[in-house]
């Protein structure tokens, strides 16, 4: 079962099709903190919202530097010649880069409507609107490394 580093496009398209990914703070205390989030990447860029308020929001200011991660594991067999009897297929993309938090209320009204239909899955939805956006914050990560893997059964 070979292990195949994924080109930068197909990190790119697989963190793009994934509805959650974990995201990795570090704020001034030095402790790590991951959170999920349900995510949408953008034009080069990975976006989320969350309440206004937080510990990962308090971590950004402090340290924008963040990882955020995705995954899907496809299946867990026993695998006889394999050193710890078992192995896994999955595919796996990490992001590093840097985050912050949009200001402009139409900006993140137009990430929560395009977040919004992302996971719509083309049922009709009321927009959101900049009134309702001013009630979270939308978080937008600028990456500045990526790369991906995959544990796959040869063809």
């Known amino acids: ?8 496009e197909n990190a790119w398209e697989f963190l793009a099709s994934q509805p959650e990914g974990r995201l990795a703070t ?18 080069g860029r990975i976006y989320f919202h969350c309440k206004l308020t937080g510990r990962k929001l308090d971590n950004i200011r402090e340290n924008s530097r963040v990882c955020f991660e995705s995954s899907r594991v496809e299946k867990i067999e026993v695998a006889p010649a394999r050193a710890c009897g078992c192995s896994t297929r999955y595919t796996s993309v990490l992001a590093f880069g840097k985050a912050r938090l949009i200001a402009d209320e139409a900006r993140k009204a137009a990430l929560l409507n395009l977040l919004v239909r992302k996971f719509a899955a083309g049922k009709q939805f009321a927009p959101v ?20 893997k995959m544990n796959i059964d040869p063809e």
Do not use: K, R
Request: negative net charge.
């Open 26 to 43: 570090c704020g001034g205390s030095g402790v790590p903190y991951i959170t999920p989030v349900n995510h949408l990447v953008h034009e």
């Open 129 to 148: 609107l900049e009134e309702h956006a001013a009630a979270c914050a939308v978080v937008e990560i600028t990456i500045e490394e990526i790369s991906g």
């Open 1 to 8: 079962m070979p292990i195949c580093w994924m080109t930068e």
